[in-house]
Nanobody
Framework: QVQLVESGGGLVQPGGSLRLSCTASGSIRMYAMSWYRQPPGSQRELVAVISSGGSADYAVSVKGRFTISRDNAKNTMYVQMNSLKPEDTAVYYC???????????WGKGTLVTVSS
């Protein structure tokens, strides 16, 4: 069974940085992996996506501040979040789509709070 587990969330001051990790426990090769987030009282939104080949795209709200990466050998995805703003406060979710069957997997989320 494939499971995605996020880590690295926490409390950070505005202007600070955090690095989130998402590790897939199974051995399934992922076609694409993404970070989503859900601010308090808001809908879930796409933050960044990265293909198995390393091509990345970002939401306008985080472009230039966030960097997504992945280590296929470790089946792990990361997002480096710099210059954090209060509006970045959200539960951040890991998402992955398998290459073999196009299965969609979700992590349970990790909370990022940006506040003084």
């Amino acid at each position: 069974q494939v499971q995605l587990v996020e880590s690295g969330g926490g409390l950070v001051q505005p202007g600070g940085s955090l690095r989130l990790s998402c590790t897939a426990s199974g051995s399934i090769r992922m076609y694409a992996m993404s970070w989503y987030r859900q601010p308090p009282g808001s809908q879930r939104e796409l933050v960044a996506v990265i293909s198995s080949g390393g091509s990345a795209d970002y939401a306008v709200s985080v472009k230039g501040r966030f960097t997504i990466s992945r280590d296929n050998a470790k089946n792990t995805m990361y997002v480096q979040m710099n210059s954090l703003k209060p509006e970045d406060t959200a539960v951040y979710y890991c998402n992955a789509v398998s290459e073999a069957w196009g299965m969609d997997y979700w992590g349970k989320g990790t909370l990022v709070t940006v506040s003084s």
